[in-house]
């Protein structure tokens, strides 16, 4: 099955085992289609959970799994990532990219030096901006076609020319 990081556990939320989920996603309604998600239990190893409960609050998804019944079993799976099945998206035009194909892209400029990588993509309104992390340097790349040049999924490469400034 092929998947795709939805978010990143970061917490749990009460006694009973749920977790408090940054979803990586523009629009979370996705987990409403689903009765299932994996969890990265370690790196390479996703295990599969039923979902119980499903709660959306802004960015965050609060979820209940099954099997997970307890804050000691839920503090486990922090750090953890969200995957699910890609089968679920919808499908999408030339020169668009889900933001999970997004982050993680090293970043050149035109160049061919290494500025960082894509850490987070967020919406503002007019065009998405990328979130460029470098050593000590933080870049906000707004996703506009004079400044991404080219993205390259099967290297895993961002080329872009900087406005001035940045």
Known sequence: MNLFVAGEIIKTRGLRGCVKVLTFLESPD?????DFA???????????????KVDFSGKFVFMELDGVSDVDAAQKMVG???????DQLGELTEDEYFWSDIVGLTVCDEQGSQLGSIKSVFPTGSNDVYVCQG????????????VILKIDLEQGVMTVRLPEGL
């Open 135 to 146: 050593g000590a340097r933080e870049i906000m790349i707004p996703a506009l076609a004079h």
């Open 80 to 86: 953890c990532k969200v995957l699910l099945p890609r």
């Open 38 to 52: 994996f969890v990265e239990v370690s790196p390479g190893q996703q295990t599969r959970f039923g979902l119980r």
């Open 30 to 34: 996705i987990f409403d289609r689903l």
